[in-house]
């Protein structure tokens, strides 16, 4: 059974700083991992996907890696702002269809 | 190109009664999917479903739980005789066919809240 981890649960910065972001997750044998941003009481909006055979995407001030062999991504988020603030999630996708998520971690960009 | 629609978005039920909740995937999307967040805790699985065809209801509590996408209309989850614990967030997602590499896109969710 996947089990996905997300370090930290919270995390507060002052603007202008960079986010890190852990996710690890247990069984390597995965199709691909993406990264969601839930904003409180909303739904998920994708903001990366990265397919098993990459090791990173890219998307303006977003830049997520990939590690599968030991089981580990990271979303680094440069230069934040207040408006990153919001809880981001990590899901790993084992087979053709379901997703496994983390508890996810809570940013807040203090301005 | 309409996301993925969930209706409603807030209901509050009284224990033992039933909830309805409905999702229209994207357009062109055939596959969906039900996941349900508990407060303070990670999305979990419920259900996979395409066009009149369960795929996977291994995340699906045994009883009162229920789901259906019939060949028109939106995909509905049933939650019969619901009890303070059902009170959650159930997102929607779907996908195209196929949907090993692609995006699956969440809706809004509903926030079921049993009183």
């Known amino acids: 059974k996947q089990e996905v981890t997300q370090i930290p649960a919270a995390l507060s910065v002052p603007e202008g700083e960079n986010l890190v972001l852990n996710c690890s997750f247990t069984d390597s044998a995965i199709y691909n991992l993406q990264w969601f941003r839930q904003d409180p009481g909303k739904g998920l909006t994708s903001l990366l996907l990265?397919?098993?055979?990459?090791r990173e995407q890219t998307s303006g001030r977003l830049n997520a890696s990939l590690d599968k062999s030991s089981g580990r991504s990271t979303l680094y988020i440069a230069a934040s702002q207040p408006g990153d603030s919001a809880t981001y999630l990590c899901?790993?996708?084992?087979?053709?269809?379901?997703?496994?998520f983390g508890a996810g971690t809570t940013v807040t960009v203090r301005a | 190109n309409a996301g993925v629609m969930q209706n409603p978005r807030h209901l509050v039920r009284r224990r033992g009664q039933e909830a309805r909740l409905r999702c229209s995937p994207m357009?062109?999307?055939?596959?969906v999917y039900w996941y349900r967040q508990l407060p303070e805790e990670g999305l979990k699985f419920m259900v996979y479903?395409?066009?009149?065809?369960?795929?996977?209801e291994s995340g699906m509590p045994k009883e009162r739980f229920s789901a259906e996408f019939p060949k028109e209309g939106p995909s509905i989850l049933r939650i019969q005789q619901v009890v303070r614990g059902d009170s959650a967030a159930y997102f929607c997602?779907?996908?195209?066919?196929?949907?090993?590499?692609?995006?699956?896109?969440f809706g809004e969710g509903s926030w079921l809240t049993v009183v």
């Open positions: 899901a790993v996708r084992s087979n053709d269809y379901k997703l496994s």
């Open positions: 990265i397919q098993s055979s990459q």
């Open positions: 357009k062109g999307h055939s596959h």
């Open positions: 997602a779907s996908s195209p066919p196929h949907p090993r590499g692609n995006t699956i896109y």
């Open positions: 479903l395409q066009k009149e065809n369960i795929i996977d």
